[in-house]
Structures are given as C-alpha cells and as structure tokens.
C-alpha cells in the first residue's frame, strides 16, 4: 500500500509562489515515475509535470514550462513542485501521482497507480 500526501496549497496573488511537496509512505519502493495533476472547478483534470525515478528525466504542460519546476527527494520520498509566476489559471486543486513504471516518463493519467487527496491552489489577481 502506498499513501500519497499534497501539502503547500494556499492562497497567493498573482506574481508570487509556492512550492507545492508530495510526501509517500507506505510501500514507497513501488514508486518510480511521479507527476503533478490539476483540475480547476468545472474542468477536467490535467497534466501538469512528470519526473522519473532518477530524476534525470521530467516534462511539463506547455503552459507551466519555465514557471514550473519537479524535483524529487528520494531519501525524504517526497516530490516538489516550485511555482513561480503564478496566474489565476493556475488556480486548482493539484494532485501528485505515482506509478511503477520505470525509466521512463507519462502525462498519461491512466498510467499512473497511486494518487494523493489533492491541495488546493488559489490564486487571487
């Protein structure tokens, strides 16, 4: 069993950042590849960043490339997102993930097995 726990969520203005952790317990040995959803109210979740095991491999929704930055702790088995020049469409609930599939990355959200409770992002203009 693995648990999967968002925390860093909160109200910001437009301009400021967070940076948004994902801690894992559990069964943390099956967890390879992991990524950040989001879904904003009345829409469909979305892909937002993925980074492989190694961390050497990561990608990015267009929209977030170059405010947005995965990084992994394996030791702490815990993921980041760094958010920075934050717009009020990035205002969602975001949600880490994690699967098993290793060497390699996904924005596929059907690919991913484990799925945190989600934080909540607002942003204010």
């Known amino acids: 069993q693995v648990q999967l726990v968002e925390s860093g969520g909160t109200l910001v203005q437009a301009g400021g950042s967070l940076r948004l952790s994902c801690a894992a317990s559990?069964?943390?040995?099956?967890?390879?590849?992991m990524a950040w959803f989001r879904q904003a109210a009345g829409k469909e979740r979305e892909f937002v960043a993925t980074?492989?095991?190694?961390?050497?491999?990561?990608d990015y929704v267009d929209i977030v490339k170059g405010r947005f930055t995965i990084s992994r702790d394996k030791a702490k088995n815990t993921m980041y997102l760094q958010m920075n020049s934050l717009e009020p469409e990035d205002t969602a609930v975001y949600y880490c993930?994690?699967?098993?599939?290793?060497?390699?990355?996904?924005?596929?959200?059907?690919?991913?097995?484990?799925w945190g409770q989600g934080t909540q992002v607002t942003v204010s203009s």
């Open positions: 559990g069964f943390t040995f099956s967890i390879n590849g």
């Open positions: 980074i492989d095991s190694s961390g050497s491999m990561t």
């Open positions: 993930a994690g699967n098993r599939l290793n060497n390699m990355i996904t924005s596929n959200p059907k690919l991913y097995d484990f």
